[in-house]
């Protein structure tokens, strides 16, 4: 009788320690496609920055953010881009980091809401939604938007990050 009870407090356990692995196990396979994510993304950055005619503009922090920096690379096509932000506050609730195009009349383009990660970092594939090309806007902003106001058509509130583009 003991060894029939010691031998079912082991397979409990052994039981207890297969669903913690399994667990852990599918942790690692999540984390895993997230840095494999991460690295295709990077990999694209990389890419386009060594492509011919890529052009490159400078994102400086605005008031509310003045340590914040980044920059925005967009491909001699117009067709595509990258941000890259930096130095940026993660943001609670429900808001978001909202990127803009902006044309020389003041016309805004939405290109896309992201969050950034703990060290304040983050990438973001912007496409241009309307004509299908960038190479008429003349300026990228990021501003902070809220659940009412992240699919309006201009920014509610002032940019965090700014730059012209040439």
Do not use: C
């Amino acid at each position: 009788m003991a060894a029939a009870a010691v031998a079912l407090v082991l397979v409990g356990g052994i039981l207890a320690l297969q669903l913690v692995l399994m667990s852990t196990l599918g942790d690692l396979r999540s984390e895993n496609d997230a840095m494999a994510e991460s690295l295709q993304l990077q990999r694209a950055v990389v890419y386009m920055a060594a492509a011919p005619g890529t052009s490159v503009a400078t994102l400086k922090g605005q008031a509310t953010k003045p340590d914040a920096y980044g920059m925005f690379m967009r491909s001699a096509t117009g067709r595509n881009g990258y941000l890259m932000a930096a130095n940026m506050t993660p943001l609670s609730g429900d808001q978001v980091y909202k990127a803009w195009l902006i044309d020389s009349s003041g016309t805004t383009e939405g290109t896309g809401t992201f969050d950034v990660d703990p060290t304040g970092w983050a990438v973001l594939q912007v496409r241009p939604k309307s004509d299908g090309d960038m190479l008429h806007y003349s300026a990228f902003a990021v501003s902070v938007e809220g659940p009412s106001t992240v699919n309006a058509t201009k920014p509610s509130t002032d940019p965090v990050l700014l730059g012209a583009l040439q």
